[in-house]
């Protein structure tokens, strides 16, 4: 499947992140745009958390993940 590139503080965060994406518009915190906008934002977030794997990462060579002894880049 996909190289996990996601380490557990940035998944963490990114939950949180996520979940509170979510909820704002519950709470009639966000605008009429937004209102769709932050959802989609937060469910991806708690996808790429959940997957330990980010695109964007994967795209621009980052991980958040330690190095483990003989892994290589």
């Known amino acids: 499947m ?3 590139n996601v380490g557990t503080p940035d998944r963490v965060a990114r939950a949180i992140l996520g979940l509170v994406l979510l909820a704002l518009p519950l709470f ?3 605008g ?3 209102v769709w ?3 989609v934002i937060g469910l991806v977030l708690l996808g790429t958390a959940s ?3 980010c695109p964007i990462y994967r795209v621009l060579g980052l991980s958040s993940r330690p ?3 003989g892994d290589h880049p």
């Open 67 to 69: 190095r483990i002894k």
């Open 51 to 53: 997957l330990s794997f």
């Open 2 to 4: 996909f190289a996990k």
């Open 32 to 34: 009429p745009v937004l």
């Open 28 to 30: 009639g915190v966000a």
């Open 37 to 39: 906008l932050l959802p």
